[in-house]
């Protein structure tokens, strides 16, 4: 009996062995950087998106990876990073993409586009991507373009995505300005491209338009007034909010002040307005004259100008913060996105229920040596995609607002009976009235004033 048992494992051990060759025959793809099985397209789904934009820069396996939807790899990621970034995100669940700068050609026999798009599919192969991110940034943010430029780009578009964007090849991201694109008020475009894109993502850059910054003024990277404005103008052209993806820089800008002026508010700190120059009277902002950095090096550089609320400036309309430093005798104005500012961003997003946001770029927050863990846990995962802190990951604003809480319900305890001691004593002294005595005193109030 104990050699039939044998016998027939035996036998049925031969039985599986070709098999299970031949789905690791079937798992060998070539030129794969990891576990075969992560080198596919996934295209994982979430209701609420957190994408981050990739530029190679860093170590992405440090990156907080738990909540993270889509990682998008900028042009500037070499060919293994890439590869390698495709296969953490799949192994995290998230999806991939890579940006591809779309060609300024609006001639659409231009052997430049078909060169590009060969370019592109090889890439989608290699890569295995989820999605294609369409940087269009440069096409539609022509400055002085008329109406005709609406056709132009049109037909440019019907082009590509007909004979080169068809199903089942990866979903377009479409990277769009930070407001929608409009040329002598037609602003069909969007309209458009809201057919053919599965998102856009806006720009968080707040100088991709002409009629942004016509003084050349130093000030926030997104103002959260052209954030609200852009969001809104997309939604009453017609675009869903779960077709938008808003972008947030976090990195700031250090610029050098050419000419700068000083004025104080009654109450308030000296505020210092920095104007940075023209090329050639051009009436183009001289965008040499500010230098990016990433907050990573703003909170290494300046560390207490970055914590101390004191020692830094907070815009309120802006709502955004920024430095007033002088190196080698010029004066320097350096904007980025604090808490308080990414705080508001955040909770903006959230509360018009659009698709997500796109963090631009992790890179910028990875840096050795730099505690970025409060960005990373607090700010970015359970704040927007809970509407909570976790107790894990709680950090300063949490304590703050724990110590808020407590102190208002010890204060309303001490209230309360502060006034009930008063009371009681009031009553001591005064004897009880009877309920409702002095209800027959008349007062002048009428609900149907008219000057209420």
Partial sequence: M????????LGISLMLTPVALSVNVAYEIKGCPCDPVYCRVHKFSYKDEIVVVAEGKTDHSKWVWNEISTVIAMESVPESEAKNLMCT?????ANFAFVREVPLTTNTSDPILEDWQKETADMEKMFYADYIALDLLKLLGQCKADSSHVQEVLSLLTFMITNYFTPPGAELLCIVPYKPPCYDGDCSLSQYMAKHCAAFITSPESFTTCDTNPN???KATIP???????????IDHGLTPDKLLIGIPWHGYDYTCINYTTHKKTGSTEQLTCYFDEINTSKTCNMTLRK?????????NYPEQYKNSKSHHYHPIYRSDYINVKKEGQQHQIWYEGHDSLL???????????KGMVIWTADDLSAKGIDDGTEWN???HSLFSKGEIQEKSRDMAGIVAGIAVGCFVLGSFLGFAFGCAVMRKRMHKKGLRLPFQRDDEETDFHDDDNTL
């Fill in 344 to 354: 508001d961003k955040y909770m903006y997003i959230r509360s018009m229920e659009v």
């Fill in 224 to 234: 959260m007034t052209s954030l609200v404005f852009g969001v809104e103008e997309y």
């Fill in 378 to 380: 607090w700010i970015l």
């Fill in 2 to 9: 104990e050699i039939r048992r044998i016998i027939i494992s």
């Fill in 89 to 93: 995100a799949h192994q995290n669940h």
């Fill in 292 to 300: 990016k950095l990433s907050l990573a090096e703003i909170k290494s």
């Fill in 216 to 218: 050349c003024i130093a």
